[in-house]
């Protein structure tokens, strides 16, 4: 797992640089440049996983909470925004890992648009999702506490609308200046307020259950998921 | 029971090859972002329409379109507010807007919002084809074929594997709550998350518990780590599929090509650019669009093959 | 060949061992059931004798086990599941692919087959079974007992010497069971597979079976030829509590009144060979009269007709009144329409046509939380109903949905009368399967409903535990409350119900007093009625339907 910090630091700069770059005037297709940018970054994860992943219980965990995840987005579409997807795949990576939490929230976006309808926005969307996980697994070594968590999860609100909202920035506002970032996120500002309202609400009132539920599970079965991998033990083997 | 928004539906757009379909799509996609002018996104987006109306799937089409143009509003509106390098006003605000400043409209910056929402349309609708005619399988199965990691292929397969028994599961905990008493539509906002709460942590238990079982069923069937392995199912590429593959690609490179020598730039600012192609740039533009439609005519012969 | 010496295993963190001490030896072509109580070791010695035990499963073990020659703890089971195939209890945990060819094809794949091969041995795992019409199907199509098959398939393509089933049949209906179980005879039969089956209900099972074998706390306490056990090992195996069937419990009973009989009877027909032999002509047909009921109705469906919405006709012109106090059985094949009828009942499903009536309030009128005040509904699987941090909360929990004001004392005499009292701070998902139906029992009483609903309560409950709760009911209905199970489950429904509605496609095909309905109904009479059949002319009437009443008539 050393080598993934490294990977996850370069991933977060350069996709964070790709949001803000179209304002230092370079000339670039910056719709395309930053979607393909976001892809890199979705696979680079893909190949963490394939090297973090030893067991059949990880990448079984891992899809279970994803489909949970993508199956939760699907009937709670009547109440616009206010999904337990973010509260989910933060929990996720809180007990579970970075590696485990992007990819449960990139499996989260990836199959509920199977339902919803794929788009140029679904990689976005696994990167914004995945992002959440990632940043919940760093979160808990803050050790900030259920108003921490609450707080968190308001942020990604707002972030994974920002994250999202990009590319249709990047690709039909001229010109790209922060000024028009800002008034572009405020058109979904409604929306990401509504999505940062119920992952508050989500985290604060079942936060706390949900990851004593996960953490009940990682112990139960002893995996330091992603993170070490256990041999099998043989603690005694008395002969007789 | 919710279902993919892929349906099977024995058209010709459904029995192209999958990888014909991705290709093109993703032709539409990028030549969409590269080309800014408002003929060729015009004509990008109506090239998508022969296979939408082939492939059936003209309803959802049109209730995708509904919503886009919800979108294409807010592009418009947008553009039009903080837009000042047009020349052409056309309205100047007699007031202040926070951020904005005093918002003057040009024609110019009308246009560029319409410009763009040609790209916006062209772009989904010809999603839409990889959403309503290509099986999700088909795309995990295309994803395995460019060579990404098998595992994080697998967990996404097992996820789609999962959604019929987890709704399943999610609707008979539901009928079990609501036997208990539990109401689900009643009541302050909290007071409906914690009902819902009342069906996701059954769920989550017993899905936790499942996910033990099918990885003890993929060991016991040879699964396990840093091995080999084979794939009986691939995308079949057989004869009939290479020249729709082909086709697939060839306006991208088209494209690619025009832009590279400047074409399908227009100039929207400060003043509106004339219109008119030269001879040459119309007839690589021609030749463009007929190769994204030549897909169509692939299709129905693809289709007589399978019938056959 | 399996050779297990010494074999002993505790799970990480566990005190008790799952495993004790355990010395088998396992032939090539045996037909071996393993049975006994749950928490028994039944599934752990499958998950030892493929390696799931130690590789998968962390923990201490001692001695060894030899499969086909390996040594199970230095081969991890990828490398044994070319020998050992394992099949476990529900479908929907084994399957990890969306098509039946890939579900085939994903352990041919693991071991990097070449795709020709792989397609040679997917059609022939499926012909072996006789399912090569599933082959280009969706999974999630398919019925349970069709996905069992397919977990079948799966594991024989990879042609093992050894086949184990854990429980395979526990969420099937019984037509279905009936199926995959002659499957294990065939393969057993024609191909020389060894097969190791674990079922706890062995009325289904027992004379396929060669060997028996029976676990209990960790340790093999009878093994042997299978009608060997049965007659030598019978008390201890009664006493462990299992689900032995109705004719080797009579063929005992009569061995223990004196009656000489050489060969335990496994069948109905060896049944009905061993009563001709020991009985002697002519038995006096007892007079018993049959108590007219006729209750207060508190259910009652007019011309109650539901159409699903993708349009299938569930049920069909249903007319059924049911009184107070009455513990009525609702039988019937699968996708007969039991479910869709008795979720009429507490309003989840609302009549397409016809009208339903609770307790005089029409089910149209009023909302399902409404109608749980008088209908109480006890879903198959406890762990559906679990969702709060300890026992005494999960029961709170509806008395809160409800707005009882009372709840402190209902829930401590709900406490007490399911001996949950000593668990109540206890988290409920990891009390033991029989604890946690309590807890999903108690949850559902402890607002006294008037009318009482249970969904295959008995399905994959031992036989001890299947008594304790009967018992509980007929108390329940006895108290003037109505009780309605719906359920396979013929042997506890002869003994404990006092009506039976028959339903088929929808249509109720039976009603009336289950002496009147079990001793008429081919498929859903239970054994000891298939047995007496044979005996109308000695007298024996025709619709005895327990052990208990023939041993009466006998004495």
């Known amino acids: ?240 | 029971m919710i279902n993919f928004r892929y349906r099977l539906k024995g058209t010709p757009v459904h029995a192209l090859n999958p990888f014909a379909k991705l290709a093109w799509v993703a032709s539409i996609f990028v030549l969409s972002l590269l080309f800014n002018h408002p003929v060729y996104l015009l004509l990008l987006f109506l090239s998508t329409l022969p296979l939408v109306i082939t492939a059936q799937i003209w309803r959802q089409w049109v209730s995708l379109m509904k919503f886009t143009l919800y979108l294409c509003l807010a592009i418009i509106i947008i553009n039009a507010l903080v837009s000042s390098h047009g020349t052409h006003l056309l309205w100047q605000a007699p007031f202040q807007l926070p951020l904005v400043g005093t918002p003057a409209i040009t024609l110019e910056a009308i246009f560029f919002g319409a410009g763009m929402c040609l790209r916006l349309l062209a772009i989904i609708s010809a999603f839409a084809l990889l959403t309503f005619t290509v099986h999700p399988d088909d795309i995990m199965l295309a994803m395995l074929k460019m060579k990404l990691p098998y595992k994080s292929v697998l967990a996404i397969s097992l996820s789609t594997r999962f959604i019929p028994t987890l709704i399943e599961d999610a609707a008979r905990i539901s009928d079990v709550q609501r036997s208990r008493g539990l109401e689900l539509d009643r009541g302050r906002l909290t007071q409906r998350l914690k009902s819902r709460m009342a069906i996701i942590i059954p769920l989550l238990s017993n899905s936790l518990d499942r996910t033990v079982q099918v990885a003890e069923a993929m060991e016991a069937r040879a699964f396990g780590s840093g091995q080999k392995r084979s794939f009986y199912k691939e995308i079949a590429l057989k004869k009939p599929d290479i020249p729709a593959l082909i086709m697939g690609l060839i306006p991208l490179l088209l494209g690619i090509f025009i832009w590279w020598r400047g074409m399908g730039d227009y100039q929207y600012y400060p003043a509106l650019a004339r219109l008119g192609f030269t001879g040459l740039e119309g007839t690589l533009l021609a030749l463009l669009i007929l190769s994204l439609c030549l897909m169509l005519p692939l299709g129905l012969a693809r289709k007589r093959i399978e019938v056959d | 060949m399996i050779k297990i010496e010494d074999f002993t295993f505790y799970y990480s963190g566990a005190s008790k061992p799952a495993l004790e001490e355990i010395n088998l030896e396992i032939g090539d072509g045996e037909f071996v059931l393993v049975t006994g109580p749950s928490g028994g070791g039944k599934s752990s010695l499958c998950r030892a004798v493929n390696g799931l035990i130690p590789h998968f499963y962390g923990g201490k073990v001692a001695g060894q086990i030899e499969v086909e020659g390996r040594d199970t703890l230095k081969h991890p089971p990828k490398e044994l599941a070319t020998r050992v195939g394992m099949v476990f209890q529900d479908p929907e945990n084994q399957l990890v692919a969306t098509d039946v060819e890939r579900e085939i094809a994903f352990g041919l794949e693991n071991l990097a087959f070449p795709r020709e091969l792989i397609a040679r041995r997917i059609e022939e795992a499926l012909d072996t079974l006789g399912i090569a019409g599933l082959r280009h199907r969706q999974l999630y199509e398919l019925s349970g007992g069709e996905k069992q098959k397919i977990a079948i398939a799966s594991v024989l393509a990879l042609h093992p010497q050894v086949l184990m089933l854990d429980e395979p049949t526990s969420e099937l209906d019984p037509h279905s069971a009936e199926e995959v179980l002659a499957i294990t005879k065939r393969l057993n039969d024609e191909l020389g597979i060894t097969i190791i089956l674990i079922e706890h209900r062995l009325d289904r099972v027992i004379q396929h079976a060669d060997r028996l074998i029976v676990l209990d706390g960790g340790r093999v306490v009878a093994d042997g030829k299978t009608r060997e056990v049965l007659s030598s090992n019978y008390p201890d195996i009664e006493a462990i509590g299992l689900g032995i069937p109705p004719v080797i419990r009579l063929t005992h009973e009569l061995k223990s009144r004196g009656f000489n009989i050489n060969k335990m009877p496994l069948t109905v027909e060896e049944g009905q060979i061993m009563l001709i032999q020991v009985l002697p002509k002519a038995y006096a047909r007892l007079p018993r009269p049959e108590a007219e009921q006729n209750n207060k109705p508190v259910i009652e469906m007019e011309k109650l007709w539901h159409i699903y919405p993708e349009g299938n006709t569930a049920l069909q012109d249903i007319s059924l009144k049911i009184g107070e106090g009455e513990l009525v059985a609702i039988i019937g094949r699968n996708a007969s329409g039991k479910t869709t009828l008795v979720k009429h009942l507490n309003g989840l499903l609302k009549p397409t046509r016809g009208t339903v009536a609770v307790g005089g309030i029409d089910t149209e009128e009023t909302t399902t939380a409404e109608l749980a005040r008088r209908v109480g509904f006890v879903f198959q699987n406890p762990n559906d109903h679990l969702l709060a941090d300890t026992v005494a909360e999960e029961i709170a929990f509806s008395l809160k949905n409800l707005g009882f004001k009372n709840t402190s004392s209902r829930l401590s005499r709900t406490l007490d009368m399911f001996k949950l009292a000593e668990y109540q701070s206890q988290y409920p998902r990891s009390l033991s399967g029989g604890q946690k139906q309590r807890v999903a029992l108690a949850s559902v009483v402890a607002i006294q409903p008037r009318i009482l609903i249970l969904d295959e309560p008995t399905r994959g409950m031992e036989y001890r535990l299947k008594h304790e709760l009967m018992d509980f009911l007929r108390e329940y209905a006895g108290q003037g409350n109505t009780v309605i199970l719906v359920t396979h489950d013929v042997e506890t429904v002869a003994e404990y119900a006092d009506r039976v509605v028959l339903l088929s496609d929808g249509e109720i095909m039976a009603d009336g007093s289950k002496r009147q309905i079990l001793s008429q109904a081919q498929l859903f009479s239970p054994q000891i009625n298939r047995l007496v059949q044979a005996f109308t002319e000695y007298g024996i009437p025709d619709d005895i339907l327990t052990v208990a009443e023939l041993l009466e008539i006998i004495k």
């Open chain 1, 1 to 240: 797992m050393r080598k993934s910090y490294f990977l996850l630091m370069l991933i977060i700069v350069v996709g964070t640089a790709a949001l803000f770059a179209p304002q230092l005037n370079f000339s670039l297709n910056w719709g395309l440049t930053a979607t393909l940018l976001v892809i890199l970054a979705i696979v680079a994860f893909f190949f963490e996983f394939e090297a973090a992943a030893i067991s059949s219980k990880e990448i079984a965990l891992v899809a279970m909470l994803g489909t949970i995840s993508a199956v939760a987005r699907v009937p709670f579409a009547a109440i616009p925004n206010l999904q337990p997807c973010t509260y989910l795949i933060i929990c996720a990576g809180y007990v579970f890992g970075p590696v485990a939490g992007f990819m449960v929230g990139a499996i989260t976006a990836l199959v509920s648009n199977f339902f919803l309808g794929q788009g140029p926005w679904t990689p976005y969307q696994m990167f914004a999702w995945g992002l959440a996980g990632v940043s919940a697994a760093y979160i808990r070594q803050l050790n900030l506490g259920r108003a921490g968590l609450i707080i968190f999860g308001a942020l990604w609100g707002y972030l994974y609308g920002w994250i999202v909202n990009t590319w249709f920035w990047l690709s039909f506002i001229y010109p790209l200046t922060l000024k028009t970032f800002l008034l572009y996120q405020l058109n979904s500002l409604w929306f990401d307020t509504l999505h940062a309202t119920g992952n508050a609400l989500f985290l604060g009132l079942f936060g706390v259950k949900t990851i004593a539920i996960l953490e009940r599970f990682r112990q139960r079965f002893n995996w330091g998921l992603l993170d070490t991998t256990h041999p099998p033990r043989w603690e005694t083997r008395q002969q007789s």
